[in-house]
Antibody
Framework: QLLLQESGPALVKPSETLSLTCTVS??????????WGWIRQPPGKGLEWIGN???????RQSPSLQSRVTISVDTSKNQFSLRLTSVTAADTAVYFC?????????????WGQGTLVTVSS | QTVVTQEPSLTVSPGGTVTLTCASS?????????SNWFQQKPGQAPRALIY???NKHTWTPARFSGSLLGGKAALTVSGVQPEDEADYYC?????????FGGGTKLTVL
């Protein structure tokens, strides 16, 4: 069974960089049709799509976050990562990683449990 | 940026039928939008229910179905169960980028 697990600091100071990693187990991150994505949810609010990456390095980001977001992949570790620069309190959220699959119509079917990141001094 | 709009809240009686919709500010939702629907209960990660407009995952209960309705994506729940009370989110595809709707809080009462 495919499992995704987010990891990273739970607390980040304003203006600094948020860095998270998603570790994939039970399957390869290098599947040709898979895209690996990040989604976030501020406390008490809705979901926001951040972006995704293919193992080849092709990425897509939300236009509203594009200038601050970098998504990268490390196939040797079966991991992909999120960096969000110049964070503010508005970036406080539960961050989820998830798998998408272009060959089966973009199901976004497997999700990590999420990790809460708080931006505060 | 495209805005995706859902009903903020809906209430349905147990055993009833309810339809949630998902509209795009950039025009009609079509099959090319590859609409997804997710269910989220408090404290849990979202669970995928529908993808590519109409397709169910192996774990999706038969009472959930997806469609296009009047230029919108739609999720219909037939024979609603108490455990269906949750937040529901749609997700639309825009040339590689994705946008979530604001979510619908479904109350079963």
């Amino acid at each position: 069974q495919l499992l995704l697990q987010e990891s990273g600091p739970a607390l980040v100071k304003p203006s600094e960089t948020l860095s998270l990693t998603c570790t994939v187990s039970g399957g390869s991150i290098s599947g040709s049709s898979y895209y690996w994505g990040w989604i976030r949810q501020p406390p008490g609010k809705g979901l926001e799509w951040i972006g995704n990456i293919h193992y080849s390095g092709t990425t897509r980001q939300s236009p509203s976050l594009q200038s601050r977001v970098t998504i990268s992949v490390d196939t040797s570790k079966n991991q992909f990562s999120l960096r969000l620069t110049s964070v503010t309190a508005a970036d406080t959220a539960v961050y989820f990683c998830a798998r998408d699959d272009i060959s089966s119509g973009w199901p976004l079917d497997y999700w990590g449990q999420g990790t809460l990141v708080t931006v505060s001094s | 940026q495209t805005v995706v709009t859902q009903e903020p809240s809906l209430t349905v009686s147990p055993g009833g039928t309810v339809t949630l919709t998902c509209a795009s500010s950039s025009g009609a939702v079509t099959s090319s939008s590859f609409s997804n629907w997710f269910q989220q209960k408090p404290g849990q990660a979202p669970r995928a229910l529908i993808y590519s407009t109409t397709n169910k995952h192996t774990w999706t209960p038969a009472r959930f179905s997806g469609s296009l309705l009047g230029g919108k994506a739609a999720l219909t729940v037939s024979g609603v169960q108490p455990e269906d009370e949750a937040d529901y989110y749609c997700l639309l595809h825009y040339g590689g980028a994705r946008v979530f709707g604001g979510g619908t809080k479904l109350t079963v009462l």
